[in-house]
């Protein structure tokens, strides 16, 4: 198609000029935001209420320095997603392993965070079906935590992959497919954490 | 796309498969027209199962309290019909056009994603399935297909054992959004990137467009409806809070999330069919159509403000002066674009030579049957009336003249238009005739009278009546009308049938057309183009056929006459390789792994319901056919 | 074409239709249909306007034998295009203006010192409806005085093992709908011109009987009001003799159950229940079971025999009374006027 593409200089472009798969992933990438979107705004509709049922609301149970450094973790797996990227881009497929392993091994602490996180909540009251806030924060988190823990699948798979020598720099592009899939994860994170745990909940609820 | 990377295959996968006629090509296709038929087929299967439903519906509302079938069954086919025939029938339907045409429109020589493609058509092909086994496994959904909690979450049947006919409604949508997920991801990048040399955005035949602006809405209205089906489902099997009052939960944010999906879904369902007869119409009329660049910006305008009016169905709810004004004005203004549309169309018409084939009859049907609804739906919008139509056969007639009269006649018209060149025979005419005027009839015997029925007060979803209310002349004709329907399509399938065995050889281009499908032979061969077209305008068949003078005029173009390059003067040659083009084309392998893989979900949906252990083969065999297919050699 | 033919059935229909929007007969609903009937008249011009073009250009440039020559090929025309965006526009901008002034005006609440406060409480599949200020508790079928605005206080409330779904208050006549969604609190006014009867019905889709969740509206001059709240607010009467006696002594207490358990009557001791319907006055109602049977003794025994054969998915046990039972229950339950 290259060859075609060439021959027809004289045309405008009838494509960006991006692969199939990278254009793929940014259409995924847009959908994710709405499925994201639709869950941040279930949250924020629901963060302070608990009807009859009483009992905490999220905001009554965080631990914000916690929260805070597993936070960081996850963003600077970001940081090495775009080391290995770069190993890869170079031809150093070994460096590219160590950065794989590296970031997936951050993610898997973010992920350990999110579960010491979630049995402390349940210890002190506030479980998936407490009240509707309780309910609202166990699901958002728990997609983004499921995206995460999808995440670390992929990088794992390409670490395998390369390690059986399959993953040349020729193919560094499915390094950048998970990358961008990763530091989108990684941004829904920021949102999530400035929205829902760094915004106050709104005056007077909670404790009901 | 470099397919030459990884020539060894691992030990342990699949090898590909070579079968070329047979059960098993089909299984393991990933040709987007195979994959096309396959929608076509299978959605118009759906389409008999969910007419049946209806029928059942119309003869249990002949008359006055009749108990031809029990208010349990009435709610569970007045479900299934609802969900039947948008998830089920006309989305598939668009989709079958979709993969058969658009990449013939642009001048590719398969989708993006050849596989993705294939698994997408068996994701959607499993969902179906797996809702219809609800039959057998204890009750159809009976919710309605907009699901309101929180009827449908624990609501009002608490005090009763938890019956599971919703559960299959929730699972088996998540299912299907998945697969129009990934479709539409497919042919965006499609769209975005495989369009042929001079195919610029401005260049795409309508239907490639509308289909294009649809792709974009499903992309973004599905997930919404995901979270909302995930937010029902975990009320029902978790015991959550999303819908339940007692525990803060609030049912109108159901309403908004379904709605913020559902409306744009409805232009998911319109668009492709307004697309359809943007080609059908200037086909029959020997005419360009008038406004291109206008028609396409109504159809983004409308994609656009699809957006903003969900509310619209809501106007019972109660949700204030302030933001019932609001929706009131998005719902009267996205008419504009709607009306434009029609002008558009009728002025295409203005002064052409109108041949009334039988797809240019639906086509018209289309235009004069959508205006109706459109203008019922203009009505809707005066808020206080509104009230009074909403949840009343008015609404049903409406929508039955934008999603039938409007959506199933398109669909109709492109069935017979493109017939020919799927099959490489014509549909016969005259039997084309009988069936567009049958359903012509019978469509608006059933329907106008749902117009009256709604403003004398027939509330929706009530298996039955009381005598005295005026309602059972014009429930009788409905019924009569609905039958009608059900001739029609069996004269389509008689026609169908026929043209197998005595159809009239159609030839490349019996239409005389105008866009790129109509330049290759019928039906077209695996690599659809010998050699990519190179296109230099709108209608680029068409001017290769016809030299337009500054005046309009047409004169047959000089020398050679139609066709792009080689692929004409080697007609002969398809197929057996004499033509040294075809040694270079490389065509992407079948493969077990999508259908294989897609039969993962079901399986999962089942084990949600009914056995944990189902859940872990359903999920053993997802992961494995994704990696199997990961690893999968691109070509043997 | 063919709904030209329908209107004229339509304006021609003399068919009594008692829930048709087309006939308002309160200030509510004729101020909604003076909104719709210009919006139909135009929408029927379009139509017409556009039908007929429709048909002009089939017949006008239809394929004749013999002309061959491609028509004129015309690509498009700016003027035409803004005229029929232009056009559109301000008739939709003419219609939009009425529609926000109307939504406003009836959005507003009617004066209390003037208006009747009726709270009505949805069930699946019936309405509780009470009268706050009178004390005053019915079923099904709601009593209103003509020529005064009344403000209906609509819920869905979560009564017994029963929780609350969506459903939809509608008289046709008096006015649009409203939905009852649990955990809001939302009010609707009707208001009735002449005595009579309205008939109304559930409009959002509750289960399995939502068809057979209708409702009363039953107009009265002020005076008739007055007096049936009269008749309302009194005590139930206890019969002394006969078999409405024995009925009495039976709804307290049968064998494996008592009504009282459910439903409740001012002036029996123990039976102040709100699970089902107030029977205070039962005997003095047309129709019962959401307004779908005539309160006749046929129709109540066969309720009593078996409610759920009458109404699917019906609340109320079947509780397998004798026919001497049924009979006893009949004769007490019409005896409470």
């Given at each position: 198609?290259?060859?075609?593409?060439?021959?027809?200089?004289?045309?405008?472009?009838?494509?960006?000029?991006?692969?199939?798969?990278?254009?793929?992933?940014?259409?995924?990438?847009?959908?994710?935001?709405?499925?994201?979107?639709?869950?941040?705004?279930?949250?924020?509709?629901?963060?302070?209420?608990?009807?009859?049922?009483?009992?905490?609301?999220?905001?009554?149970?965080?631990?914000?320095?916690f929260t805070?450094?597993?936070?960081?973790?996850?963003l600077?797996?970001?940081?090495?997603?775009?080391?290995a990227?770069?190993?890869?881009?170079?031809?150093?497929?070994?460096?590219?392993?160590?950065?794989?392993?590296?970031?997936?091994?951050?993610?898997?602490?973010?992920?350990?965070?999110?579960?010491?996180e979630?049995?402390?909540?349940?210890?002190?009251?506030l479980?998936?079906?407490?009240?509707v806030?309780?309910?609202?924060?166990?699901?958002?988190?728990?997609?983004?935590?499921?995206?995460?823990?999808?995440?670390?699948?992929?990088?794992?798979?390409?670490?395998?992959?390369?390690?059986?020598?399959?993953?040349?720099?020729?193919?560094?592009?499915?390094?950048?497919?998970?990358?961008?899939?990763?530091?989108?994860?990684?941004?829904v994170w920021?949102?999530?954490?400035?929205?829902?745990?760094?915004?106050?909940?709104?005056?007077?609820?909670?404790?009901? | 796309?470099?397919?030459?990377?990884?020539?060894?295959?691992r030990?342990?996968?699949?090898?590909?498969?070579?079968?070329?006629?047979?059960?098993w090509?089909?299984?393991?296709?990933?040709?987007?027209?195979?994959?096309?038929?396959?929608y076509?087929?299978?959605?118009?299967?759906?389409?008999?199962?969910?007419?049946?439903?209806?029928?059942?519906?119309r003869?249990?509302?002949?008359t006055?309290?009749?108990n031809?079938?029990?208010a349990?069954?009435?709610?569970?086919?007045?479900?299934?019909?609802?969900?039947?025939?948008?998830?089920?029938?006309?989305?598939?339907?668009?989709?079958?056009?979709?993969n058969?045409?658009?990449?013939?429109q642009?001048?590719?020589?398969?989708v993006?994603?050849?596989?993705?493609?294939?698994?997408?058509?068996?994701?959607?092909?499993?969902?179906?399935?797996f809702?219809?086994?609800?039959f057998?496994?204890?009750?159809?959904p009976?919710?309605?297909?907009?699901?309101?909690?929180?009827?449908?979450?624990?609501?009002?049947?608490?005090?009763?054992?938890?019956?599971?006919?919703?559960?299959?409604?929730?699972?088996?949508?998540?299912?299907?959004?998945?697969a129009?997920?990934?479709?539409?991801?497919?042919?965006?990048?499609?769209?975005?990137?495989?369009?042929?040399?001079?195919?610029?955005f401005?260049?795409?035949?309508?239907?490639?467009?509308?289909?294009?602006?649809?792709?974009?809405?499903?992309?973004?209205?599905?997930p919404?409806?995901?979270?909302?089906?995930f937010?029902?489902?975990?009320?029902?099997?978790?015991?959550t809070?999303?819908?339940?009052?007692?525990?803060?939960?609030?049912?109108v944010?159901?309403?908004?999330?379904?709605?913020?999906?559902?409306?744009?879904?409805?232009?998911?369902?319109?668009l492709?069919?307004?697309?359809?007869?943007?080609?059908?119409?200037?086909?029959?009329?020997?005419?360009?159509?008038?406004?291109?660049?206008?028609?396409?910006?109504?159809?983004?305008?409308?994609?656009?403000?699809?957006?903003?009016?969900?509310?619209?169905?809501?106007?019972?709810?109660?949700?204030?002066?302030?933001?019932?004004s609001a929706?009131?004005l998005?719902?009267?203004?996205?008419?504009v674009?709607?009306?434009?549309?029609?002008?558009?169309?009728?002025?295409?018409?203005?002064?052409?030579?109108?041949?009334?084939?039988?797809?240019?009859?639906?086509?018209?049907?289309?235009?004069?049957?959508?205006?109706?609804?459109?203008?019922?739906?203009?009505?809707?919008?005066?808020?206080?009336?509104?009230?009074?139509q909403?949840?009343?056969?008015?609404?049903?007639?409406?929508?039955?003249?934008?999603?039938?009269?409007?959506?199933?006649?398109?669909?109709?018209?492109?069935?017979?238009?493109?017939?020919?060149?799927?099959?490489?025979?014509?549909?016969?005419?005259r039997?084309?005739?009988?069936?567009?005027?049958?359903?012509?009839?019978?469509f608006?015997?059933t329907?106008?009278?749902?117009?009256?029925?709604?403003?004398?007060?027939?509330?929706?979803?009530?298996?039955?009546?009381?005598?005295?209310?005026?309602?059972?002349?014009?429930?009788?004709?409905?019924?009569?009308?609905?039958?009608?329907?059900?001739?029609?399509?069996?004269?389509?399938?008689?026609?169908?049938?026929?043209?197998?065995t005595?159809?009239?050889?159609?030839g490349?281009?019996?239409?005389?057309?105008?866009?790129?499908?109509?330049?290759i032979?019928?039906?077209?061969?695996?690599?659809?183009?010998?050699?990519?077209?190179?296109?230099?305008?709108?209608?680029?068949?068409?001017?290769?056929k016809?030299?337009?003078?500054?005046h309009?005029?047409?004169?047959?173009?000089?020398?050679?006459?139609?066709?792009?390059?080689?692929?004409?003067?080697?007609?002969?040659?398809?197929?057996?390789?004499?033509?040294?083009?075809h040694?270079?084309?490389?065509?992407?392998?079948?493969?077990?792994?999508?259908?294989?893989?897609?039969?993962?979900?079901?399986?999962?949906?089942?084990?949600l319901?009914?056995?944990?252990?189902?859940?872990?083969?359903?999920?053993?065999?997802?992961?494995g056919?994704?990696y199997?297919w990961?690893?999968?050699?691109?070509?043997? | 074409?063919?709904?030209?033919?329908?209107?004229?059935?339509?304006?021609?229909?003399?068919?009594?239709?008692?829930?048709?929007?087309?006939?308002?007969?309160?200030?509510?609903?004729?101020?909604?249909?003076?909104?719709?009937?210009?919006?139909?008249?135009?929408?029927t011009?379009?139509?017409?306007?556009?039908e007929?073009l429709?048909?002009?250009?089939?017949?006008?440039?239809?394929?004749?034998?013999?002309?061959?020559?491609?028509?004129?090929?015309?690509?498009?025309?700016?003027?035409?295009?803004?005229?029929?965006?232009?056009?559109?526009?301000?008739?939709?901008?003419?219609?939009?203006?009425?529609?926000?002034?109307?939504?406003?005006?009836?959005?507003?609440?009617?004066?209390?010192?003037?208006?009747?406060?009726?709270?009505?409480?949805?069930?699946?599949?019936?309405?509780?409806?009470?009268?706050?200020?009178?004390?005053?508790?019915?079923?099904?079928?709601?009593?209103?005085?003509?020529?005064?605005?009344?403000?209906?206080?609509l819920?869905?409330?979560?009564?017994?093992?029963?929780i609350?779904?969506?459903?939809?208050?509608?008289?046709?006549?008096?006015?649009?709908?409203?939905?009852?969604?649990?955990?809001?609190?939302?009010?609707?006014?009707?208001?009735?011109?002449?005595?009579g009867?309205?008939?109304?019905?559930?409009?959002?889709?509750?289960?399995?009987s939502?068809?057979?969740?209708?409702?009363?509206?039953?107009?009265?001059?002020?005076?008739?009001?007055?007096?049936?709240?009269?008749?309302?607010?009194?005590?139930?009467?206890?019969?002394?003799s006969?078999?409405?006696?024995?009925?009495?002594?039976?709804?307290?207490s049968?064998?494996?159950?008592s009504?009282?358990?459910?439903?409740?009557?001012?002036?029996?001791?123990?039976?102040?229940?709100?699970?089902?319907?107030?029977?205070?006055?039962?005997?003095?109602?047309e129709?019962?079971?959401?307004?779908?049977?005539?309160l006749t003794?046929e129709?109540?025994?066969?309720?009593?025999?078996?409610?759920?054969?009458?109404?699917?998915?019906?609340?109320?046990?079947?509780?397998?009374?004798?026919?001497?039972?049924?009979?006893?229950?009949?004769?007490?339950l019409?005896?409470?006027?």
């Amino acid at each position: 198609m290259s060859v075609q593409a060439a021959a027809h200089a004289e045309h405008p472009a009838t494509n960006t000029g991006m692969s199939n798969v990278k254009v793929g992933m940014w259409g995924f990438l847009a959908s994710e935001c709405l499925l994201f979107g639709a869950l941040i705004s279930t949250y924020l509709l629901y963060r302070g209420r608990v009807g009859q049922a009483g009992g905490p609301i999220p905001h009554d149970v965080y631990d914000i320095p916690f929260t805070s450094v597993s936070s960081f973790v996850l963003l600077m797996s970001s940081l090495t997603m775009v080391l290995a990227l770069a190993a890869i881009q170079r031809g150093d497929e070994r460096r590219l392993r160590v950065w794989l392993v590296a970031t997936a091994l951050l993610g898997m602490v973010f992920i350990s965070g999110q579960v010491y996180e979630f049995s402390t909540f349940v210890e002190e009251g506030l479980t998936l079906k407490t009240n509707v806030a309780s309910t609202a924060f166990f699901v958002l988190t728990g997609f983004h935590g499921a995206h995460v823990s999808i995440g670390i699948l992929m990088l794992l798979s390409l670490w395998g992959i390369s390690h059986q020598g399959k993953l040349p720099p020729s193919r560094s592009e499915a390094v950048e497919l998970v990358g961008l899939y990763w530091h989108f994860v990684d941004i829904v994170w920021i949102v999530i954490f400035t929205l829902v745990y760094l915004v106050p909940a709104p005056a007077g609820a909670g404790g009901g | 796309m470099a397919t030459e990377v990884l020539p060894q295959r691992r030990g342990w996968t699949l090898h590909r498969p070579t079968a070329t006629t047979g059960v098993w090509s089909w299984i393991t296709t990933v040709d987007h027209k195979r994959i096309g038929i396959l929608y076509g087929v299978t959605a118009f299967v759906m389409f008999l199962a969910g007419g049946v439903e209806a029928l059942l519906l119309r003869v249990q509302l002949a008359t006055p309290e009749n108990n031809f079938i029990s208010a349990e069954t009435y709610n569970q086919l007045f479900t299934m019909h609802g969900t039947t025939m948008i998830f089920l029938v006309i989305m598939p339907l668009s989709a079958a056009f979709f993969n058969y045409f658009l990449p013939l429109q642009i001048g590719a020589r398969d989708v993006a994603f050849p596989r993705l493609n294939a698994f997408s058509y068996w994701v959607f092909l499993a969902g179906g399935i797996f809702m219809y086994t609800s039959f057998f496994l204890g009750g159809a959904p009976n919710g309605g297909w907009f699901g309101y909690a929180p009827l449908n979450t624990e609501g009002g049947v608490l005090d009763v054992v938890r019956t599971h006919n919703m559960d299959f409604w929730v699972l088996g949508l998540i299912i299907l959004g998945i697969a129009s997920t990934v479709s539409a991801v497919n042919l965006l990048v499609t769209i975005i990137n495989m369009r042929a040399p001079g195919m610029t955005f401005m260049r795409m035949p309508v239907f490639t467009w509308m289909t294009f602006v649809v792709q974009f809405l499903l992309v973004f209205a599905l997930p919404i409806i995901t979270v909302a089906l995930f937010e029902l489902l975990f009320d029902r099997l978790f015991g959550t809070n999303f819908f339940n009052v007692l525990n803060g939960g609030d049912p109108v944010l159901w309403q908004h999330l379904f709605w913020l999906f559902g409306h744009p879904e409805v232009y998911i369902l319109i668009l492709p069919a307004m697309g359809i007869v943007s080609e059908i119409l200037p086909v029959f009329s020997r005419k360009p159509l008038f406004g291109y660049a206008v028609v396409v910006f109504s159809g983004i305008a409308i994609g656009f403000m699809g957006w903003g009016v969900w509310a619209h169905h809501m106007f019972a709810v109660g949700l204030g002066p302030v933001a019932n004004s609001a929706f009131a004005l998005s719902t009267m203004f996205i008419a504009v674009p709607t009306g434009v549309k029609i002008f558009n169309w009728l002025a295409t018409m203005w002064g052409g030579d109108l041949r009334f084939k039988t797809p240019m009859l639906f086509a018209i049907g289309f235009v004069a049957m959508f205006t109706i609804g459109g203008l019922s739906g203009v009505t809707h919008a005066i808020v206080p009336h509104d009230t009074q139509q909403t949840d009343t056969y008015y609404i049903v007639a409406h929508f039955h003249y934008v999603l039938f009269g409007g959506a199933i006649f398109g669909l109709f018209g492109g069935a017979y238009f493109w017939w020919p060149k799927i099959t490489g025979k014509l549909l016969n005419e005259r039997i084309g005739k009988a069936n567009f005027w049958l359903m012509f009839l019978g469509f608006n015997l059933t329907f106008a009278p749902f117009h009256i029925l709604g403003l004398e007060g027939m509330a929706r979803r009530t298996h039955t009546y009381p005598e005295g209310m005026g309602w059972d002349f014009w429930n009788m004709v409905s019924t009569v009308g609905a039958f009608l329907i059900a001739v029609s399509v069996a004269v389509f399938m008689w026609n169908v049938m026929r043209t197998r065995t005595k159809g009239e050889v159609a030839g490349d281009d019996p239409w005389d057309g105008r866009s790129l499908e109509w330049s290759i032979s019928s039906p077209p061969p695996a690599h659809n183009f010998d050699e990519i077209p190179e296109v230099h305008e709108v209608d680029d068949f068409w001017h290769k056929k016809y030299a337009e003078d500054e005046h309009g005029r047409l004169a047959p173009a000089v020398a050679g006459g139609a066709g792009y390059g080689p692929s004409e003067a080697h007609a002969g040659g398809h197929g057996d390789g004499e033509h040294g083009g075809h040694e270079a084309i490389h065509m992407p392998s079948p493969s077990y792994y999508p259908a294989f893989t897609a039969i993962g979900f079901p399986l999962l949906a089942w084990g949600l319901i009914f056995s944990p252990a189902l859940i872990v083969i359903g999920a053993a065999i997802l992961l494995g056919g994704l990696y199997g297919w990961a690893l999968e050699p691109s070509a043997e | 074409m063919l709904l030209a033919l329908v209107l004229l059935l339509f304006t021609a229909c003399t068919e009594s239709a008692p829930q048709s929007t087309l006939e308002p007969e309160g200030p509510v609903a004729r101020q909604q249909d003076d909104l719709f009937r210009p919006v139909f008249w135009i929408a029927t011009a379009v139509f017409v306007f556009v039908e007929g073009l429709i048909l002009l250009i089939v017949v006008k440039f239809r394929h004749r034998e013999g002309r061959d020559a491609i028509p004129t090929q015309v690509h498009g025309n700016k003027r035409l295009e803004l005229l029929w965006t232009i056009i559109p526009t301000v008739i939709l901008a003419g219609i939009a203006v009425p529609t926000i002034g109307a939504i406003f005006n009836l959005s507003r609440e009617p004066d209390p010192a003037t208006r009747l406060d009726v709270t009505i409480i949805a069930h699946q599949w019936w309405w509780e409806v009470e009268y706050p200020e009178e004390r005053v508790i019915t079923a099904n079928e709601i009593h209103i005085p003509t020529g005064r605005p009344v403000y209906f206080r609509l819920e869905s409330r979560n009564q017994g093992a029963e929780i609350p779904v969506i459903h939809s208050f509608w008289v046709p006549k008096l006015g649009g709908k409203q939905d009852v969604v649990p955990g809001r609190i939302v009010h609707l006014t009707y208001e009735a011109e002449q005595p009579g009867t309205y008939l109304g019905q559930c409009a959002e889709f509750c289960g399995i009987s939502h068809a057979y969740m209708r409702l009363r509206m039953i107009a009265h001059t002020p005076e008739d009001f007055e007096a049936w709240l009269e008749n309302e607010g009194s005590r139930a009467a206890t019969p002394d003799s006969g078999l409405a006696q024995r009925g009495f002594e039976l709804f307290q207490s049968f064998p494996g159950g008592s009504c009282m358990a459910c439903h409740a009557i001012n002036g029996l001791d123990g039976a102040a229940a709100r699970i089902g319907p107030d029977l205070t006055h039962f005997g003095s109602r047309e129709t019962f079971a959401g307004a779908i049977a005539d309160l006749t003794p046929e129709e109540l025994r066969r309720w009593l025999d078996d409610p759920a054969s009458v109404k699917p998915g019906a609340k109320m046990p079947d509780y397998g009374l004798s026919d001497e039972e049924i009979e006893a229950l009949v004769a007490y339950l019409l005896s409470l006027e």
